[in-house]
């Protein structure tokens, strides 16, 4: 355990592994987890849990509850030790204890964000499946990039910046983190956050097989009757094809293809933060989507 007089080690991350929910209405949610192209794997009383085509046991739990709300994302980490490290040391952290309903089991630890107090998980032991083709202001925002650049093997591969007329040299508002996985390549980012007066999760993504599959999963999204959020079109910071969709609980979720994979050679990039600087090509940002 980690003392007054020494700094807390990192906690090393291998990949995102899957993120929580929980939705009022379950029917209407399961109805668009299924078209969005998520396969159900299990149930267990409240819990549904779905797969994409990856090896993950599974990627998207679904809660059935009272509320609307996001649960949290788990990472898997590198070693027992670091799951064993993170219980020890992280703010509010649980005793590591085993995932005997989840599909793939494995351990976990969950913490509490010391910044919003939001749910995190970390997640070792799971058993892989085969992959399958089946069909804040600016103090909250400094707390938080510091607390999770140190204490984990986040890097940033984009930061954008806002100039003020006192402060030619910017403040950092948003950025873009991918895990530093050394040599080895990995997605320009898998977690972002952005500077704002409260907590909110704004999206989670899921990468298709090709940008094929993509568009033919936009129109079917669309002749389901769901609400496109933004899409299709290609981010500059990462540049995946993207395509964001509400689900019924007005939550956003991603389809993606085609991004940048980075490794511990990539320089974090830094640009001014602007509207236009969040697209190449496609429809213009929606109203709200930053908010």
């Keep these: 355990m980690a003392t007054e007089t020494s700094a807390p080690r990192r906690i090393n991350l291998v990949r995102i592994a899957h993120v929580l929910y929980t939705h009022k209405n379950e029917a209407n949610a399961k109805a668009f987890l299924d078209d969005f192209g998520f396969q159900e794997v299990s149930r267990a009383g409240a819990n549904t849990y779905y797969r994409g085509t990856s ?17 949290g994302a788990a990472f898997v980490v590198e070693s027992r030790e670091d799951l064993d490290y993170a219980a020890q040391t992280l703010p509010n952290a649980t005793a590591v204890h085993e995932m005997t309903e989840e599909p793939g089991g494995g351990f976990r630890v969950t913490f509490y964000d010391p910044v919003d107090g939001f749910p995190f998980h970390l997640v070792y032991g799971q058993a892989q499946v085969d992959p399958s083709d089946a069909g804040l202001l600016q103090r909250r925002f400094n707390f938080a990039y510091d607390f999770y650049t140190t204490r984990f093997n986040f890097f940033p591969s984009d930061i954008s910046l806002l100039k003020l007329i006192h402060d030619p040299t910017g403040r950092n508002i948003t950025t873009f983190l991918h895990l530093d996985r050394g040599e080895e390549l990995v997605d320009h980012h898998c977690f972002f956050f952005f500077e704002g007066p409260k907590y909110h999760v704004h999206h989670s993504s899921y990468e298709t097989y090709d940008f094929d599959t993509q568009l033919l999963g936009h129109d079917w999204l669309r002749s389901k009757g769901y609400e496109n959020c933004w899409g299709v079109g290609r981010h500059i910071m990462g540049s995946q094809i993207f395509d964001y969709w509400f689900d019924p609980s007005r939550f956003v979720l991603e389809h ?36």
């Design 55 to 71: 090896g993950e046991p599974f990627v998207y739990r679904l809660t059935a509850g009272d509320e609307d709300f996001f649960g």
């Design 256 to 291: 993606y293809v085609d991004g940048d994979l980075v490794n511990s050679s990539y320089a974090t990039n830094k640009s001014l933060a602007s509207p236009d600087s969040l697209h190449i090509w496609g429809p213009d940002v929606p109203a709200g989507f930053l908010e």
